[in-house]
Every structure is written in C-alpha cells, then in structure tokens.
T-cell receptor
Framework: DAKTTQPTSMDCAEGRAANLPCNHS???????VYWYRQIHSQGPQYIIHGLKNNETNEMASLIITEDRKSSTLILPHATLRDTAVYYC?????????????FGDGTTLTVKP | EAQVTQNPRYLITVTGKKLTVTCSQNMNHEYMSWYRQDPGLGLRQIYY???????DKGDVPEGYKVSRKEKRNFPLILESPSPNQTSLYFC????????????????FGPGTRLTVL
C-alpha cells in the first residue's frame, strides 16, 4: 500500500503562499492523492484531491509531479486560520479500497 | 445538512465496562470508517465498512468491534475497555466510486474523546 511522507512542521508568513510537500513514491495505478486538514482536534476536513493533473479549487492548488511520486499543496495566501495539521493520503484501490492510511501530517503555523 | 454525528462527544469510563460509541451519517454513503488519534499523532484506522454487513480490519483493530446492520449507522464497541484505549475517536463516511472501487472524499464526525481510568 502506498504510504506518504511529509515534513513534521512548517512556518509561513501571513499573506504569503504556503507550499506543503508530500512524497508518495510507491503510489500505483489509479490511486488518487487526497489532502485533508485538521484544525485543533476537530474532525479532518477535505481540501483537494488529484490523480495526474494539477488541480485548483477555492481553497488550494495541488501540483502533482509527472511521475506522480510527489505532490505539493499550495495555499496561495495563507491566513492565521490556515494554521492546522495537513495530511496527504493515498486512497487505495480495490482490493484494499477501504484501507486509509494517514501519516502524522505537517503542522503548518501561519505567523503574523 | 449533510453530516456525520457521533455520540457521546466525551466519555469517561472505567476499565472493563463495556461501551458503545455511535456514528450516524445522513448522506447515504456506502463506506464508513473508525479512526483513533493519540496526542501528537495522525489518525490510525480501526475498522471500516464498505457496505451493510461488510466490515474489515484497519491497522489497529485489537480491542474493538464494529457492526453495520444499517447503512447509516456504524457503532464502535469496546467490550472491555483498557486505559490504552484512551484516545480521540473519529468516524468518517464516503461514497464508493463505481469505476475503481475506491473511496471518495471522506466526511468526518466531530470526534469522541474517550478516557478509560
């Protein structure tokens, strides 16, 4: 099963772009990369997902390398409310479709 | 409002006293899952269910049971809780994509903070 590796923590200045990297070198086939974030001890919240192409929504952009072994989540204009733990995970395909592996995530601290 | 609800939100109990944490979703999702989160760590999957009467173990199933008799409910049962099960528990649900047999975006409940003395 594909596992992900993320830096433990990152800082970002308010108003600047936050770039959060994730390695998923064992990703295979049509497995999607998903990003979630968890603010304090609330339930994780979906941010964005992608397969091969770069994706953008109202919250963030996702850049996936051509070989799909890594990706970067971009928060274009970070605010203090973006301080959270960010998780990059791979959604497995059948027969392990139900398995879901969250790593320890990256703690992003946005500073004034 | 589409949501996943968990009850109770907070629970303090004693070793060996059976307890059930309920999870319910109103989105008609096929997939449901339970996670635990310990301080400073990420989520670890306990059990998951791909549909009614279909459940399977996650990474840390020891000491837990689940059942999926109805699509909307997925209770987590601790038959004989121990202090090492003190944790923050999350329930999540998702649709199952028809093409690749994968889960889609997971929607999480608010969490249940369990303390076993």
């Amino acid at each position: 099963d594909a596992k992900t590796t993320q830096p433990t923590s990152m800082d970002c200045a308010e108003g600047r772009a936050a770039n959060l990297p994730c390695n998923h070198s064992t990703i295979s086939g049509n497995e999607y990369v998903y990003w979630y974030r968890q603010i304090h001890s609330q339930g994780p919240q979906y941010i964005i997902h992608g397969l091969k192409n770069n994706e953008t929504n109202e919250m963030a952009s996702l850049i996936i390398t051509e070989d799909r072994k890594s990706s970067t989540l971009i928060l274009p204009h970070a605010t203090l409310r973006d301080t959270a733990v960010y998780y990059c995970i791979v959604h497995h395909k059948s027969p392990n479709a139900g398995k879901s592996t969250f790593g320890d995530g990256t703690t992003l601290t946005v500073k004034p | 409002e589409a949501q996943v609800t968990q009850n109770p939100r907070y629970l303090i109990t004693v070793t060996g006293k059976k307890l059930t944490v309920t999870c319910s979703q109103n989105m008609n999702h096929e997939y449901m899952s339970w996670y635990r989160q310990d301080p400073g760590l990420g989520l670890r999957q306990i059990y998951y269910s791909m549909n009614v009467e279909v459940t399977d173990k996650g990474d840390v199933p020891e000491g837990y049971k689940v059942s999926r008799k109805e699509k909307r409910n997925f209770p987590l049962i601790l038959e004989s809780p121990s202090p090492n099960q003190t944790s923050l528990y999350f329930c999540a649900s998702s649709i199952i994509t028809s093409g690749g047999g994968s889960t889609d975006t997971q929607y999480f409940g608010p969490g249940t903070r369990l303390t076993v003395l």
